[in-house]
C-alpha cells in the first residue's frame, strides 16, 4: 500500500506551512482529492512530488496559479467542478460553494469560469426548478457564491483615462452579469465602477456629472419589462458614451443604439472605447422630449419574480431566451 502522510507531515517534508498546503489544495486542487465530511486529506509521495515541484516554481517568481498550471497535477477541469459545486449549493455550504468558484478563477480565469462554470450550474438549478423542484434556497447560496468569488478579483487602484460605469436599468434586479464584467475588466487591469441594481434614470445622469462627461456607461437589462430605451437616452445627452448590454434590449433598440451580447464582447467593446475607437459608438442622436419612447408595459408574467435583489435567473419565462448574454441560463 503507498506510503501516505496527514497535511501536517507533508507541509514539514516540503517546508511550507500548513495553511499554505491547505489553500493550495482547495484553490488548485494540488494534493489529494476533497475528502468525505470529517475525513482527513492523506497526501501520498506522487502529491509531495509534484507540490516540491510547484514551491520551486513559486520561489523562482511564479505566482501559485501559474505553478500549478505549470505541474499540471490532475487539476480539475470547469467541467468537473460542476458537480461539487452544484452539490456545496444543494447543501446550503456556502463557503465550500465560494472556495470552488475562487479557485477556478484563480486557475481558468473569470470568463472561462462564468461560462463553463457559473451558468452550467445556474442552467441545472432553472430545469430543477422547471420541473417544480423547490430549491430557490439553493439559488440563492449559489447566486451568492458566485458573487462571492467574483468579488474577490480585486479592481485595480488606478482609475483608467475613461471612466467606465456599470449600472442595472430602472427595476432590473439581475447584478451577477455585471459583477462577472467587472471582475473580468479587473482581471485585466482595468477599472471600473458598479453601481448596482435599479438606477433610476436621474440617478444615471448624476453618476456621470460626477464621473465626468467622458464616461462610459454600460446598461445592463435582462428581460423586456426593464429595457427602457429612454434610460439609454437621457444619459447619451451629457456627452457619455452608453452601451446597452443584456438580453432585455432585444428588438427595442434603434439602429444607433450600442449593444453587446457576450461577456468577451462587452469587455472588448470597453477597451476599444478606452483605446480611442468606438468613442461615440452608442451615443444615440438627441432626441426632443416628446419624441422620447414611452415605458414598455409589462410582460405577462409576474412582475414580482423580478424584484428579489441579486436574483440571478429571475422567472421562468426570463429563463428560456437563447443565447443570452453572459447570461447564465444555458
Given at each position: 500500500m503507498p506510503a501516505t502522510y496527514p497535511v501536517r507531515v507533508a507541509a514539514e517534508r516540503l517546508g511550507i506551512p500548513t495553511a499554505t498546503l491547505r489553500s493550495?489544495?482547495?484553490?488548485?486542487?494540488?494534493?489529494?482529492?476533497?475528502?468525505?465530511?470529517?475525513?482527513?486529506?492523506?497526501?501520498?509521495?506522487?502529491?509531495?512530488?509534484?507540490?516540491?515541484?510547484?514551491?520551486?516554481?513559486?520561489?523562482?517568481?511564479?505566482?501559485?496559479?501559474?505553478?500549478?498550471?505549470?505541474?499540471?497535477?490532475?487539476?480539475?477541469?470547469?467541467?468537473?467542478?460542476?458537480?461539487?459545486?452544484?452539490?456545496?449549493?444543494?447543501?446550503?455550504?456556502?463557503?465550500?460553494?465560494?472556495?470552488?468558484?475562487?479557485?477556478?478563477?484563480?486557475?481558468?480565469?473569470?470568463?472561462?469560469?462564468?461560462?463553463r462554470l457559473c451558468r452550467p450550474a445556474f442552467g441545472d438549478v432553472v430545469a430543477r426548478q422547471s420541473r417544480a423542484e423547490r430549491c430557490v434556497d439553493v439559488e440563492h447560496v449559489l447566486s451568492r457564491a458566485v458573487s462571492n468569488g467574483l468579488r474577490r478579483v480585486h479592481t485595480p487602484a488606478r482609475q483608467g483615462?475613461?471612466?467606465?460605469?456599470?449600472?442595472c436599468a430602472p427595476a432590473e434586479q439581475h447584478t451577477l452579469p455585471l459583477e462577472a464584467l467587472r471582475a473580468a475588466l479587473a482581471e485585466r487591469g482595468t477599472n471600473s465602477q458598479m453601481l448596482g441594481a435599479d438606477l433610476p434614470v436621474a440617478a444615471l445622469g448624476d453618476s456621470i456629472e460626477r464621473s465626468g462627461r467622458s464616461s462610459i456607461l454600460m446598461l445592463w437589462s435582462h428581460t423586456p419589462f426593464t429595457a427602457n430605451p429612454y434610460a439609454l437616452r437621457a444619459p447619451s445627452r451629457t456627452g457619455a458614451t452608453v452601451i446597452a448590454a443584456g438580453p432585455g434590449w432585444s428588438n427595442r433598440l434603434s439602429p444607433w443604439d450600442s449593444h453587446v451580447s457576450t461577456l468577451t464582447e462587452a469587455i472588448d467593446r470597453l477597451h476599444g472605447c478606452l483605446r480611442g475607437r468606438l468613442a461615440r459608438a452608442g451615443s444615440p442622436l438627441a432626441m426632443k422630449s416628446d419624441q422620447h419612447p414611452k415605458r414598455p408595459q409589462p410582460d405577462t408574467h409576474s412582475e414580482q419574480a423580478h424584484t428579489r435583489t441579486g436574483d440571478l435567473t429571475g422567472c421562468l419565462a426570463c429563463r428560456a431566451k437563447p443565447n443570452a448574454p453572459y447570461d447564465p441560463d444555458p
Open positions: 493550495w489544495n482547495q484553490r488548485y486542487g494540488v494534493g489529494p482529492r476533497p475528502h468525505r465530511p470529517g475525513g482527513h486529506r492523506l497526501y501520498s509521495d506522487a502529491d509531495i512530488t509534484a507540490i516540491a515541484r510547484m514551491v520551486a516554481l513559486v520561489r523562482t517568481g511564479a505566482s501559485p496559479a501559474a505553478a500549478a498550471r505549470t505541474v499540471g497535477h490532475d487539476l480539475p477541469s470547469l467541467e468537473d467542478s460542476v458537480d461539487p459545486l452544484l452539490q456545496a449549493a444543494f447543501t446550503l455550504d456556502c463557503e465550500t460553494a465560494t472556495a470552488l468558484i475562487e479557485r477556478n478563477i484563480d486557475v481558468h480565469g473569470v470568463v472561462e469560469t462564468w461560462e483615462r475613461r471612466p467606465i460605469l456599470l449600472a
